[in-house]
């Protein structure tokens, strides 16, 4: 199982890491992180990774692409010819078309998700259909060979819905107790509808700010 996971400047690292952790326990998967150079890049958080491989040296049919997410730096990329062109040259080729959160705008950017029901960060959720997506509610949403994400944190549970789907949910659920993979969060506050119209307000100007 040869996956390609896009890394960029500016890029939240859980929507990256989420998928990466659970499919890192898939036998004989091989994973690469791509990116233009393999020079360290900096996160939204101020942590840095390092590619593991460039754009040049990456597969070229992949099993898997994936775009993880992030805000001001994902919607700016949405505008980078080189990247568009890479996400356009390997979903030609690839057998699943993937994203977690706000990466699934980069796919709609490339063109890959026109006509596919697709999910990405609830306060992203109405810039799927410019792109021609049916914007669909979920976790995660998997559409013939299109799996997409909601925020964030639906990493792990999309990295384990795609796993079940490939490998089956035998393997699927070793790895996620292999993670110990139990939420269960302090506040029932994860959702718009969970959470008070104070918080939803909060979230939303925060996130305007941050592509802003």
């Given amino acids: 199982m040869k996956i390609t996971m896009l890394a960029y400047p500016g890029l939240t690292p859980l929507d990256l890491m989420g998928p990466l952790q659970v499919w890192s326990l898939w036998p004989d998967a091989e994973i690469q992180v791509v990116w233009k150079t393999t020079d360290p890049i900096m996160t939204d958080t101020g942590m840095a990774i390092v590619p593991t491989h460039s754009f040049e040296d990456s597969f070229d049919k992949p099993d898997i692409l994936f775009a993880p997410g992030g805000t001001k730096a994902t919607f700016e990329l949405m505008a980078d010819v080189t990247t568009m062109a890479f996400l356009k040259a390997k979903g030609a080729n690839a057998q699943w078309i ?19 029901k697709a999910t990405t960060h609830w306060a992203a959720h109405a810039n799927l259909e410019a ?41 699927a659920k070793t790895v996620q107790l292999s993670l110990e993979y139990s939420p269960q969060p302090p506040f029932n506050s994860g959702t718009p509808e969970e959470a008070s119209e104070e918080t939803i307000q909060q979230v939303l100007a925060r996130f305007a700010t941050a592509i802003s």
């Fill in 98 to 116: 993937t994203s977690v959160c706000t990466g699934a705008l980069l796919l709609g950017s490339a063109g890959l998700l026109a006509g596919y």
């Fill in 131 to 171: 792109f021609g997506a049916i914007a669909t509610q979920g976790r995660y949403v998997i559409d013939r060979n299109r799996a997409t994400g909601g925020g964030v944190t639906a990493g792990i549970d999309f990295g384990l819905a795609l796993l079940a789907a490939i490998a089956g949910d035998e393997l």
